[in-house]
């Protein structure tokens, strides 16, 4: 009597425990690039910052090169939801 140690091969058990395995894979990722928003969106604030101030030193503070950094610093602060906290 032959006993058999695997049970038969199936592409449904294959094709599952490969989807589990992904969802598990991404599932786990979310949190650990949540901890690092609020570092990165003070970042890129203080990157948006920097660059109004060069541009109103070097083009003048009415400028449009100005503006346009008026414009992203803004973009930047409300993506990273400052909406309150302009200053």
């Not at 091969?9 to 928003?37: D, E, H, R, Y």
């Not at 009415?62 to 200053?87: H, K, P």
Request: glycine content about 10%.
């Amino acid at each position: 009597m032959v006993v058999k140690l695997f049970s038969t091969f199936s592409f449904k058990k294959v094709f599952w425990g490969i989807a589990l395995g992904g969802l598990m894979l991404l599932g786990s990722t979310g949190a650990a690039q949540a901890a690092g928003a609020p570092y990165r969106c003070d970042r890129r604030i203080a990157q948006e910052r920097f660059a109004l101030d060069h541009a109103i030193a070097r083009h003048g503070f009415y400028s449009g090169q100005a503006n346009f950094e008026r414009r992203e610093l803004a973009r930047v602060r409300y993506e990273c939801s400052y909406r309150d906290r302009w200053r």
